[in-house]
């Protein structure tokens, strides 16, 4: 076996038992810009390495490149009033996913193989806003595509919805390694850009996909038990409000099915509001 295919070979077991992250052997001081190379950039190598491996086996986004040195640490606030000043310069969602990814406020960033910005049209009537990518949406670049994503398409073409006719989207656009919850830092860094991209996508509903993403948009503190099954408000800094409701997270409906029956009583009224938005519009 030659080297190559010996590498292939490692990184093909690595992801067959489930390796989605890689780490150094020694820890590091990230508060200190090192001109060597560092753990993450070798992490990305070994994740650029597969990709180029696989790339006859599966087309994806280009891996994000990461900073030759770590990027400075900022505080809460001033991460926060920086997404607040950069995302109300955007005047397109071309401008908003570029400036985006080049944001430096969120850690996220150093530890995501990929940026993921959103998928569908986006003149859609419908908007959907999950938490963050997971591993899948990870590694190519789309939001909801694992398996709570297919779970997702299944419930959106039970009321004659698709990606054609709806537009996704998430608050963070990075992993969180492991797929751990988001900290309310992240969730404060990133929430500037999607406010904005809600203000230029403009739809007419608004799906929050799962507890985070429906009590950070509403402002509320209730469990998505409490607040799925009706509708609500989200209220714009600027703008009219946005009719809105919470819906369980595909991926909890996969380890409690058993929810798939309020969630389905969910998805019919949706599918009453749609048709009478169209009627009015007929």
Avoid at 4 to 13: G, T
Avoid at 39 to 54: Q, W
Avoid at 60 to 74: C, E, F, I, M, V
Avoid at 249 to 277: C, F, G, M
Wanted: hydrophobic fraction near 40%; proline fraction near 8%.
């Amino acid at each position: 076996m030659d080297n190559i295919a010996a590498k292939r070979a490692l990184l093909d077991w690595y992801v067959a038992a489930g390796v989605d992250e890689t780490i150094a052997h020694e820890p590091v001081n990230r508060l200190v810009a090192d001109p060597i190379t560092t753990p993450a950039e070798n992490s990305s190598s070994i994740r650029e390495t597969h990709a180029g491996l696989k790339a006859t086996d599966h087309a994806r986004p280009p891996t994000a490149q990461p900073a030759s040195k770590p990027s400075q640490l900022q505080s809460r606030d001033a991460a926060v009033e920086t997404a607040q000043g950069i995302a109300a310069g955007c005047a397109t969602l071309e401008e908003l996913r570029r400036a985006f990814e080049a944001f430096d406020g969120c850690p996220l960033k150093e530890t995501a193989m990929n940026f993921v910005f959103a998928d569908g049209n986006p003149f859609a009537k419908v908007m959907l806003i999950g938490e963050a990518p997971g591993a899948e949406e990870d590694r190519q670049g789309l939001p909801f595509v694992g398996p709570a994503g297919r779970l997702l398409d299944r419930m959106l073409a039970a009321i004659q919805l698709d990606r054609t006719k709806a537009y996704i989207t998430n608050i963070l656009p990075w992993r969180p390694p492991g797929n751990r919850n988001p900290t309310d830092a992240e969730i404060a860094a990133c929430l500037p850009f999607l406010e904005r991209h809600i203000a230029l996508l403009n739809p007419e509903i608004l799906l929050f996909m799962g507890g985070t993403a429906a009590k950070t948009l509403l402002r509320r503190t209730e469990g998505i038990m409490r607040l799925r099954g009706k509708w609500m408000k989200y209220e714009p800094a600027l703008g009219d409000p946005i009719t809105a409701r919470a819906l369980l997270h595909p991926a909890y409906l996969l380890r409690q099915p058993a929810q798939k029956r309020e969630t389905w009583n969910d998805l019919l009224d949706i599918k009453s509001r749609l048709d009478q938005s169209e009627n009015n519009t007929s």
